[in-house]
Nanobody, 127 residues
Framework: QVQLQESGPGLVKPLQTLSLTCTVS??????????WNWIRQPPGKGLEWMGA???????YYSPSLKSRTSISRDTSKNQFTLQLSSVTPEDTAVYYC???????????????????WGQGTQVTVSS
């Protein structure tokens, strides 16, 4: 059973860079056909797919966030990381990491199909 756990600061100041880490246990982030995703949910709004890093190390980003988003990984720690730059209060949300096993389709942004989710972490952007 794959388990994911988000970690990072709960409060970030405007214009700073938000950095979150997802630690994976019960499976390797380099296992073929797994895609490791970041999704967020602002208060009162729906889920928003932000981006992903594949088992191969390839990265994918939402077009609306691409200019501010970077996703990387540390295979030695079995972790992947989200960085979101120049944050504003509109980036306040619960941030989730999730795993998708997709051997035939490749990257999927339809998070309803994802296999495993972290519990989520609240990030507030405020001075």
């Amino acid at each position: 059973q794959v388990q994911l756990q988000e970690s990072g600061p709960g409060l970030v100041k405007p214009l700073q860079t938000l950095s979150l880490t997802c630690t994976v246990s019960g499976g390797s982030i380099t296992t073929n056909y797994y895609y490791w995703n970041w999704i967020r949910q602002p208060p009162g709004k729906g889920l928003e797919w932000m981006g992903a890093i594949a088992y191969s190390g390839s990265t994918y980003y939402s077009p609306s966030l691409k200019s501010r988003t970077s996703i990387s990984r540390d295979t030695s720690k079995n972790q992947f990381t989200l960085q979101l730059s120049s944050v504003t209060p509109e980036d306040t949300a619960v941030y989730y990491c999730a795993a998708d096993f997709a051997p035939t389709s490749g990257i999927r942004t339809t998070y309803g199909a994802y296999d495993y989710w972290g519990q989520g972490t609240q990030v507030t952007v405020s001075s």
